[in-house]
Each structure stands twice: as C-alpha cells, then as structure tokens.
C-alpha cells in the first residue's frame, strides 16, 4: 500500500468509475488497475519509485484529453488534477500541473494577466503547454510554450528536477513542444503571462460566396493579417456556409477595415471585453460525449485550387458530419528559431484539421488529399496514430537533440508509448 498525500483507487473503490476515465470519449472503456489522485510532489515521486520497482506501467494525466489515449492505460494514472494552484507574482505565474484551461485563465485575470493558450475550458494547461499550445493570442504572443520559463519535473528515478534556460537546459528546450508523457511528470510550470488584453470576438457565416473561394480568399490573407486579429475558418458537410471565427484585440474601426479585405459581408463583432470573458464565449454550454476522430496537417503554403475543390467535393452529403477547419498561424509564431525550442514547425500558415466520425472513411481519404499541398508536419498536440514517419512529421529537425535528451533522462524508456521519442535515431 501506498503512503500517500492524495488518494488511490483501484477497481473496487468507491469512486473509481468517475475517476478512471479521461476526458476524452474514445477512451472511456479504460480501467487502470491504479488511479492515484496526487496531492504533491512526494506522491509523484512515492508512485514512480513504486511502479519503477514492480515494472507496472504510468501515465501522467492533466485534463485527460488526449487525442491518442495516452493519458490511460490498465497499468497506474497519476491524475495531476490535485495539484492545480495557481500563484501570481509580477508577471510571473507558478501554475501546477493538474491545471485546467478555465481555472487558469480565471486566476491570472485577478491580476491583470493572462497567457496566450488554447480554447476548451478542461483542457489541461500542461498538457498543452508540453505540446505548444496554439490559441487567439498565439499571434500576437506564441504558443503557451514559448511563455514558459520553467518547470519541476520529476524523472523516472524519482528524481525531482528544476529546469530552466540555465538549469538543465536540454531537458528545458525538450519540455517545450515535446514534453507530453515523454521525459517524466511534470509537477508545476512557471510562466512569464502577459498583460491581459480587451478583445473583440469575431463570427460570421459566408453566405455570398463558394466554399472554394472563401478556402482560396482565406488561406491568402488570414496567415498574413496583423498580429491582433485571428481569424480562423470552418467549412463542413452540414448546409450553410463556410463559418468564420475568432478574435481580436485591434479597435473596431481596424478590425472592420481589415475584415473588408477579405469580405464585403457584415461580420459580427462582439462588445470588447477581457481575454478571459472572451475566452468563455467560446465554451460549449452542452458539451457532447461525441466520438470523433482528427486527422491534421500544417501548411507552409497555399493549397492548390484542384486540391481545394477536391476537399470540398470530398465532404459529399454523408450520415455523419464532417468538418474541415483552417487555424490561422504566422505572426508570432514564426518569429521564434526551428529550434530555438522543441517545437519546430516555424514556417507554417495554417494548420487544417480534418474531423469526422471514427467509422467514415473519409477523414483518412480527406487528409490524403490535402497532404499533396501539405508540409508533412503535424502537432504534436494533435497525434495522429495513423500517421507514417512520425518522428519527421510531429518533430522535424529537432527528433535527433529529443533522442539525445530521452537517453539522458530516461534510458530505460519508463515513459513509453507507441510514437514515444526513443533514446536512439
Ligand atoms: C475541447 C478541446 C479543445 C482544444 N483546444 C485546443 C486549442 O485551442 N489549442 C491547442 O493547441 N490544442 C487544443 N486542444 C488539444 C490539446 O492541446 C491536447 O489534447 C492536449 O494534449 C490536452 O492536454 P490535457 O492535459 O487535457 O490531456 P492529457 O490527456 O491529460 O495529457 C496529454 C498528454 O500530456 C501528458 N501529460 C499530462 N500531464 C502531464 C504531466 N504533468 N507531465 C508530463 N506529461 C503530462 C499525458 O500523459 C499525455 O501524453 C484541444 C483539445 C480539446 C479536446
């Protein structure tokens, strides 16, 4: 038996159905055979020196979202959601690792900051921020990642690591952009946040206009719009009409000045509010327990029109919907070195993501045919199980110092999964 700050449950605790199960549906059917609540640093540890000792599998989980199922298994979850403080000194924030999205950005905005990150109220906030962590501000500001100047983190010995630009450096660089599950359990984060802006919502449904033409007028001018306006686009199999969302954090006047380059109709634009408030526009108010499957790709360039009528004749009129959706990036983004940090994919436009019921054919048929204009890179907060020759897609030139890194901190491979960075290339 464990001596624990937090709790444990096993199959036969009360409790153990609610929380067994990740956030994400596809993986609900998981039973692990231990799921260990942390309270702090020491259960991390205590847990680790366990399973390192009887060879029992662990996953780290935050908000449990992962698109690859890798924050379950039927060997032990650590559930980080214990450990979810937030603390605000000046402009920088020490946020713990079971975090989620919604309780972030509420306890930064107390204090007049924020962090550029993603939608998704229970997303959690190191989950993402390992991955990069692309969001309305990530313009203006970056990935989550890039905001990131620290981290604890405890190792597969059970060690308890402070990383940093000058304290293992390495370890540091990996966490920021590859770190999900792969080098060890991330404890707290430390962020340098930002001032938190007023921002204006944007929304609009592309009537008078082909879906052909708004992809080709879109992926023309978003990528290259100022910083404070973000405007991505969602094309699907449901009647209607291409649907644009966003934000921005420009004045009214520019904002309709700069959306008039892209279209002649009216586009609505909410009051200006905090970041945070806009943010919560974005929640779904009746969050469905839909099983989907995605499939996404970055581009560097524009999608040719024969690739763009293709896609779109592609989505047909089928039993289940379907849905293509265009993120807009450049900006900042792309102001920050291939490999400055683990993320590499600095040179990208737009990121499009292909979604669908996990039975229809067509999300693998949709993704083939957009891959001919493709940069063959994919996010790594996006895994994608049936992708070929991921090392190159999700880490580009950076795999080989991330195989470096993984034979330094984890040669046994105790952090595992399949598409894990192993510690040899
Ligand atoms: C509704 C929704 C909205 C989204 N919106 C965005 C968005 O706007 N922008 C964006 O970039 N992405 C977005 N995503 C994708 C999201 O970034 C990823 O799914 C992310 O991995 C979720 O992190 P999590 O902590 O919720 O998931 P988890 O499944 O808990 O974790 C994801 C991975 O990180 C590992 N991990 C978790 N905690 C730790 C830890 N403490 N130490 C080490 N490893 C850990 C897990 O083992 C797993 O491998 C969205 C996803 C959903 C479902």
Known sequence: MLDLDGRSFTPDSPGYEAVRRPANPAYRDARPRLVVQCHSVADVVRVIRHASATGERVVPRGGGHC??????????????SGLDGVTVDGGLAVIGAGARLAGVYA??????RTLPAGCGPTVGITGLTLGGGIGLLGRTHGLTCDRLVGARIVLADGSVVDCDDDREPDLFW????????????????????VCEPMATRVDARLTGIAPDEAVAAWQAWAPDAPDGLTVNLTVGSESGGPVLTGASTLDEASTRELLREFTAQTVGLSDRMPFHRLKRTFDDPDPRDEVVRIRSEFF????????IASLLAGLGEPATPRRLTFT?????????AEDATAFAHRRERFLLEHIGDPADPWVDRSWATAHADGSGRVYPNFPDP?????????????????AAVKKACDPGRFFDFPQAIRGET
Request: overall charge positive; charged content about 15%.
């Open 67 to 80: 698109f690859a199922g890798r924050s379950s298994t039927d060997g032990i979850v650590l559930d980080l």
């Open 107 to 112: 306890a930064l905005h107390a204090h007049g």
């Open 174 to 193: 990996a966490l920021r952009g590859a770190g999900g599950g792969q080098f060890g359990v991330v404890t707290s984060l430390r962020f340098d946040t």
């Open 300 to 307: 560097s360039r524009a999608m040719s029109g024969g690739t």
């Open 328 to 336: 807009a990036m450049g900006g900042a983004y792309n102001r920050v």
């Open 386 to 402: 049936g992708l070929d020759g991921w090392a190159a897609a999700y880490h580009a030139g950076n795999h080989a110092r991330l």
